[in-house]
């Protein structure tokens, strides 16, 4: 069985403060993806990032940074000099790579709320 | 990129009817979507799969004959919420896979539609 966990729940910052979003994953597979998504008030999921297991390089996307470390089982998301149009729900998944790879466990989601 | 297309974003029905939220892939196929629902201040999960010219799979505790799932084509699913109640109520979000993207790159390969919201009164 797969599990995300996202310990935060709700996360509150002032504008241009750093802000990691914690994930923590569990599966019984060798291989599989992990995803970020960001979910605004309007409802819809905007893709962030999609890592391979295979892959354990950190990755950085403007203001946006991902620590995969395998060895801990953790997928952290970090917004660097956060925004107030940063502030939406955010969700780590976890899907399997066997058949359609597409089947997505997700976590609770942290709401991250930005304050000028 | 590839584009999923959720109709309606917006429906409001009548307890006791039944209300049909469709999902497209605009610019690709699918043989496989996933219907995912999301109450309030909750995550998403997975109620079914639905596959192309198969019955749908569907996820434990999900009622089959409530939620009716239709993929009678390579671009088109249908979720019909039978004899809705106002426990019901929740946002409903279809995926799908774009087998034709690179499975390798870390870029997306699950499409998602805009949802839609459904308030059963």
């Known amino acids: 069985a797969q599990k995300v966990t996202q310990a935060q729940t709700e996360i509150s910052v002032v504008e241009k403060e750093d802000v990691t979003l914690d994930c923590v994953y569990e599966?019984?597979?060798?291989?599989?993806?992990l995803f970020w998504y960001k979910q605004p008030p309007s409802g819809e999921l905007v893709f962030l990032i999609r890592r391979n297991s295979f892959d354990e390089q950190n990755e950085i996307s403007g203001r946006y940074s991902w620590n995969f470390q395998k060895s801990t089982s953790s997928f952290n998301f970090t917004i660097t000099a956060s925004q107030v149009v940063d502030s939406a729900v955010y969700f780590c998944?976890?899907?399997?790579?066997?058949?359609?790879?597409?089947?997505?466990?997700f976590g609770e989601g942290t709401q991250l709320t930005v304050n000028p | 990129g590839a584009v999923v297309s959720q109709h309606p974003s917006w429906v409001i029905c009548k307890s006791g009817t039944s209300v049909k939220i469709e999902c497209r892939s605009l610019?690709?196929?699918?043989?496989?979507m996933f219907w995912y629902r999301q109450f309030p201040k909750q995550s998403l999960m997975l109620m079914a799969t639905?596959?192309?010219?198969?019955?749908?799979?569907?996820e434990q505790g999900v009622e089959k004959d409530k939620f009716l799932i239709n993929h009678a084509s390579l671009t088109l699913s249908t979720l019909t919420v039978t004899s809705a109640h106002p426990e019901d109520s929740s946002f409903y979000i279809c995926?799908?896979?774009?087998?034709?993207?690179?499975?390798?790159?870390?870029?997306?390969?699950?499409?998602f539609g805009e949802g839609s919201w459904l308030t059963v009164v």
């Open positions: 639905s596959n192309e010219g198969s019955k749908a799979t569907y």
């Open positions: 998944a976890l899907s399997e790579a066997r058949g359609s790879g597409s089947r997505l466990t």
């Open positions: 995926s799908a896979r774009d087998k034709g993207a690179r499975a390798l790159s870390s870029g997306n390969t699950i499409y």
């Open positions: 610019d690709f196929q699918a043989t496989t």
């Open positions: 599966t019984r597979d060798t291989t599989y993806y």
